[in-house]
């Protein structure tokens, strides 16, 4: 398996941000999610005025990307701060981890979380969500 493009990700996800629709929370999320045959899916958290239809920039990424018939995904790289500014580090939310456990293998699944090119940290889908609830719990 090739070295995961960490830089290219996370400069991918930086350029999202300008797309963020936050009039809201004024916090800018960009992501991008890598897909296992190198495509690269991108996404910006959208806020609306009544708030519960908010997309964070993860989903907007996932659901890209399996709207256009991809399924297999490597890594996603999340960036976010207050106006765009990347003070910290910017986790999943429950929501996108539980997304992300539909359609990602948790001990492969690479989540990248980064303040710069210079400043990640990388962990796997499980380490976030140790006892994730997927399809397999279905079947008893
Ligand atoms: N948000 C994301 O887009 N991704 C995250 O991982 C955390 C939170 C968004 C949702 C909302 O638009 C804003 O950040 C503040 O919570």
């Given at each position: 398996?090739d070295?995961?493009?960490?830089?290219?990700?996370?400069?991918?996800?930086?350029r999202?941000?300008?797309?963020a629709?936050?009039?809201y929370?004024?916090f800018?999320v960009?992501?991008?999610l890598?897909?296992?045959?190198?495509?690269?899916?991108t996404?910006c958290?959208?806020?609306?005025?009544a708030?519960?239809p908010?997309?964070?920039a993860?989903r907007t990424a996932i659901?890209?990307?399996?709207?256009e018939?991809a399924?297999?995904f490597?890594?996603?790289?999340i960036v976010?701060g207050p106006d765009?500014v990347?003070?910290g580090?910017?986790p999943?939310?429950g929501?996108?981890?539980?997304?992300m456990?539909?359609?990602?293998d948790?001990?492969?699944?690479?989540v990248?979380?980064a303040?710069?090119?210079?400043?990640?940290?990388?962990?796997?889908l499980r380490?976030?969500?140790?006892?994730?609830?997927?399809?397999?719990?279905?079947k008893?």
């Amino acid at each position: 398996m090739d070295a995961l493009p960490v830089k290219m990700l996370i400069e991918t996800a930086v350029r999202q941000l300008e797309y963020a629709y936050t009039p809201y929370s004024h916090f800018q999320v960009g992501a991008a999610l890598l897909g296992e045959d190198g495509t690269v899916y991108t996404g910006c958290n959208i806020e609306n005025a009544a708030y519960g239809p908010s997309n964070c920039a993860e989903r907007t990424a996932i659901f890209k990307a399996v709207s256009e018939g991809a399924r297999d995904f490597r890594a996603i790289c999340i960036v976010g701060g207050p106006d765009g500014v990347l003070t910290g580090f910017t986790p999943p939310c429950g929501v996108c981890l539980q997304v992300m456990m539909e359609f990602c293998d948790p001990d492969a699944f690479q989540v990248v979380l980064a303040v710069s090119t210079e400043e990640y940290k990388i962990y796997r889908l499980r380490e976030l969500l140790p006892m994730g609830f997927g399809a397999g719990n279905l079947k008893g």
